[in-house]
């Protein structure tokens, strides 16, 4: 069998680690593929549809390090796939509903990174309320403005709002109600009650409620149809002036025209992003202006042990599949591929 890496996602996965995947599946018989990884790596890009097509010819396994577009057109045109693993959680690049109508497996690692992604939130929380990286900014610039600047509020006084309450958001609510005693909503219209009965603290509202409510509001969602620029305007009018919004999850969850737009005229206060609409941020992107917005490169998977956790699940899955027939159920992000007879086991 053949595998191939198709792109580099702006360096969560080094080369050293692709080798260990590398020798992983060679144990199992299949070749991996690095050489198109290189090519696209140069580039600091995600590959196309027509390059993914071109470096895939053959392969039954597609590597996804990054979001590489993996469309109908690209599955269509590479029949002899039969699985995408993805080095990540999110799989919103990948079309699920074509992959599991012609029988491809789309694999994800749900939750590798949650504990990361909570402690990103809570940096970049306590960062804007402590002011720190203005403060750090203006004593490199010289400046030393003691006691200036946003007045910050106690943190136990505060609502946090979740958006999204999965494995993310409950790292999240841990770290933020068990250790300040603050106050937690969460807006999820898909958890179960077996979950939420295990969190009697938390206020489950609307997301109306959510928006209103919340003094910081902090996003843990997949990003779907339902959930695209979900954060615009009108819901920004609708924030306290005052608030903070974090997302870790998918920068398309929030419009960032908009966010601009609410941080520049007071709509709201602050806003901490791993994750922007437009990766890596352009040159005259407002964000890059504003003081009172803290962002990330997209590295809130970043940790060793989501790295360890990540690099063990890819040598495993595909592999062990492959020698066994079984497919963890957990780890197939198109559901709609379980039910069907493709030659392999879930479970
Ligand atoms: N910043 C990064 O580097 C990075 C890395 C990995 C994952 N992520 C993103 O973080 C997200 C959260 O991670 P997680 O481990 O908590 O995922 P998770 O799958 O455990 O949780 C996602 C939650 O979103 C909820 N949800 C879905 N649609 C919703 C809607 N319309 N309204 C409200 N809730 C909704 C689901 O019910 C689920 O509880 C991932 O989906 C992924 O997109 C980011």
Not at 133 to 150: H, M
Not at 154 to 176: K, N, S
């Amino acid at each position: 069998m053949r595998a191939v890496v198709v792109d580099k996602d702006y360096g969560s996965v080094t080369a050293e680690e692709l080798e260990r995947v590398a020798a992983a599946y060679y144990a199992t018989g299949i070749e991996l593929s690095l050489l198109d990884y290189q090519v696209v790596a140069a580039q600091q890009k995600e590959p196309t549809e027509d390059e993914i097509i071109a470096g895939c010819k053959d392969a039954q396994i597609i590597l996804a390090t990054g979001n590489p577009p993996i469309t109908r057109k690209v599955l269509e045109a590479l029949p002899e796939v039969k699985f995408v693993q993805r080095f990540g959680a999110g799989v919103n690049s990948i079309d699920l509903d074509v992959a599991a109508d012609l029988g491809v497996i789309v694999l994800n690692l749900p939750g590798f990174c949650a504990k990361e992604l909570a402690d990103v939130a809570t940096a970049m929380i306590m960062g804007l309320i402590r002011n720190t990286n203005y403060y750090d900014r203006e004593v490199r610039k010289g400046n030393w403005p003691k006691c200036k600047y946003l007045l910050p509020p106690d943190v136990r006084e505060l609502t946090l709002g979740l958006y999204g309450f999965g494995l993310a958001g409950r790292y999240l609510h841990d770290i933020f109600y068990k250790g300040f005693g603050t106050k937690v909503i969460a807006c999820d219209p898909y958890v179960s009650d077996a979950v939420k009965s295990q969190y009697p603290d938390v206020e489950f509202v609307s997301f109306d409620e959510l928006v209103t409510r919340s003094d910081i509001i902090s996003i843990h969602v997949i990003l779907t149809p339902e959930t695209t620029h979900v954060f615009n305007k009108e819901v920004f009018k609708k924030m306290k002036s005052t608030a903070m919004i974090i997302n870790t999850s998918r920068g398309p969850v929030i419009d960032n025209d908009d966010l601009a737009w609410a941080l520049e005229t007071g709509e709201i206060m602050y806003a901490g992003l791993d994750t922007v609409e437009r990766e890596p941020l352009p040159e005259n992107d407002p964000f890059k202006t504003l003081d009172n917005i803290i962002v990330n490169p997209h590295c809130g998977s970043y940790g060793v042990g989501s790295k360890k956790t990540q690099i063990d699940m890819v040598c495993n899955i595909v592999p062990t599949a492959v020698a066994t027939g079984k497919v963890p159920a957990r780890c197939v992000a198109n559901r709609g591929i379980l039910d069907k007879d493709v030659g392999y086991e879930f479970d």
